[in-house]
């Protein structure tokens, strides 16, 4: 066992039972103190309002995840269809993506969204994933084989932007080094490159290789 997923957690005392009871089966299994970690799933304003101390309260702590059904039941958002976001144009639960995900890079772990509950309705997982992926999540649950390929291709950048991604990588080193001027900003393909250019490009440049994706151009100038 890597890691258990822990639903919906309300209280601090959640998360410290079950890694007390870990500790205690890894040292009954000789395992090594810590191995197995724990993916929170975040279902109401309880756990919402805690969250960042929930983040911080062990390092077993992998994952946020969003559970969208009991979430907006509690907050008595006007759906029928779990993990639907989007009303008329406008989502209700912003803010919540922004905590969870503001929350997850503070403390260096995952934020994974919750299942899209209409199988047959693709073109509202995409739209849900979209969502997600727009805040910065890391992934999204999927509930049937068919919402596979279309979690991997939005959260998996495209061919074009992982060329473009490794192209700024490397003409920023290169600019930065003795050859190319050691200069902190720099021109590339009529855009200004810079550290923060770098950052951005070295996300994109990531999901991009843990996906298979390799180079097909370059574009260094």
Not at 79 to 104: C, K, Q, R, Y
Not at 174 to 200: C, P, Q, T, V, W
């Amino acid at each position: 066992i890597d890691c258990i997923m822990l639903p919906k957690v309300e209280k601090l005392a959640h998360i410290h039972w079950l890694d007390v009871l870990l500790g205690q089966l890894e040292k009954d299994l000789d395992l090594p103190e810590g191995k197995i970690g724990i993916e929170v799933q975040i279902e109401g304003p309880s756990g919402l309002s805690i969250v960042d101390d929930i983040a911080a309260s062990t390092p077993r702590v992998e994952t946020l995840i969003f559970g969208p059904g009991d979430f907006m039941a509690a907050m008595q958002i006007p759906t029928l269809v779990i993990g639907e976001n989007s009303f008329g144009g406008h989502s209700p639960i912003d803010s919540v993506f922004m905590t969870l995900a503001v929350t997850a890079r503070k403390y260096g772990v995952q934020v994974i969204d919750g299942p899209y509950a209409v199988i047959g309705d693709l073109d509202g997982f995409n739209r849900a994933a979209v969502h997600a992926a727009a805040f910065g999540f890391d992934g999204k649950w999927v509930l049937h084989p068919t919402q596979v390929d279309a979690a991997n291709s939005v959260f998996s950048p495209v061919q074009e932007a992982y060329d473009k991604a490794e192209s700024i990588l490397d003409a920023y080193d290169f600019h930065r080094s003795a050859d190319g001027g050691a200069r902190g900003a720099a021109m590339l393909n009529g855009e200004m490159i810079d550290e923060a250019s770098r950052k951005l490009a070295l996300v994109t440049a990531k999901k991009g290789r843990r996906a298979g994706l390799t180079r097909s151009t370059d574009h260094l100038q």
